[in-house]
């Protein structure tokens, strides 16, 4: 029997857990890092930040999630009565399927901000305000909305 053929594979999967544990520890620290990036963005006032020298940039996003304030009745009922949408939401619906119109929403208005003055980081009270306002009517009384934030970098 050639014993090379098992010591490779024992070898192979002590490297293998090895690398997997590495791995998690690097995401957890990515994980750290990006929290401690938006953080430092969001003190600053800023969307967009790019170290010195490296050629990249961090942008923030702010996102909206929504959950029901008065029960699921109640914001199917808010539902039916909004044109827009009575045929986009079921009512089994999950409530990230209307978080996806939402966010429709909201990027557009973000979109909108970020014309009238590019790289200013908009208060999430700017935001909420303006998020609230271009939300059908019926909707607004029965969802509370949460921002979160999301980070991106890509070339400078």
């Known amino acids: 029997m050639n014993d090379e053929a098992l010591r490779t594979v024992l070898s192979l999967e002590v490297r293998k857990k090895e ?4 791995l998690n520890e690097c995401k957890k620290e990515l994980e750290d890092a990006r929290q401690s990036a938006i953080d430092a ?3 600053a006032g800023l ?3 790019s170290p010195e020298g490296s050629g990249r940039e961090l942008r923030i996003k702010r996102r909206a999630s929504l959950s029901p304030l008065a029960g699921k009745d109640a914001l199917i009922a808010a539902i039916k009565e909004c044109s827009a949408l ?3 939401v079921k009512e089994d619906f999950d409530t990230r399927h209307l978080a996806g119109f939402v966010n429709e929403v909201f990027d557009g208005i973000q979109q909108r901000m970020m014309d009238e003055k590019p790289k200013r980081f908009w208060t999430e009270e700017e935001q ?3 998020l609230r306002e271009a939300l059908p009517e019926p909707l607004r009384a029965v969802v509370k909305i949460h921002f979160y934030y999301q ?3 890509r070339k400078a």
């Open 41 to 43: 963005l969001v003190q």
């Open 151 to 153: 980070l991106s970098s």
């Open 86 to 88: 009575s045929s986009f």
């Open 128 to 130: 909420m305000e303006a």
């Open 19 to 22: 690398l997997e544990t590495a």
């Open 47 to 49: 969307a967009v930040g």
